[in-house]
Nanobody, 125 residues
Framework: QVQLAESGGGSVQAGGSLTLSCAAA??????MAWFRQAPGKEHEGVAA???????TYAPSVEGRFTISQDNAMATLSLAMDNLKPEDTGMYYC?????????????????????WGKGTQVTVSS
């Protein structure tokens, strides 16, 4: 059974920083990622990381967010700097069920079978 537990969310002012963490347990594939969902909107892929460390970022966060993993993907992190009000949303830690064969992990919703319950991030202007 795969368990993903997010922590680290909170409220910050624009320009501030937050770091999200995800404790992962169980057997899952070689890709993990962070998704977010703003009220009334669909899930949006933020960043992904392969077990070999290769990363993928959404254009809206590139240069501001950094995804990392530790302990053979037992811990996933997302360091978020220069936060903007449009970064507000519920942030989810996700993992694949299968071994993804591409060179980098995608940030598409259908790729990820396992989802955590989420942690809220609110950025005020």
């Amino acid at each position: 059974q795969v368990q993903l537990a997010e922590s680290g969310g909170g409220s910050v002012q624009a320009g501030g920083s937050l770091t999200l963490s995800c404790a992962a347990a169980g057997n899952f594939g070689n890709c993990m990622a962070w998704f977010r969902q703003a009220p009334g909107k669909e899930h949006e892929g933020v960043a992904a990381i392969r077990s070999n460390g290769r990363t993928t970022y959404a254009p809206s966060v590139e240069g501001r967010f950094t995804i990392s993993q530790d302990n053979a993907m037992a811990t996933l992190s997302l360091a978020m700097d220069n936060l903007k009000p449009e970064d507000t949303g519920m942030y989810y830690c996700v993992a694949t069920r299968i071994i993804y064969v591409g060179s980098v992990c995608p940030i598409t919703t259908y790729t990820y079978a396992y989802w955590g319950k989420g942690t809220q991030v609110t950025v005020s202007s």
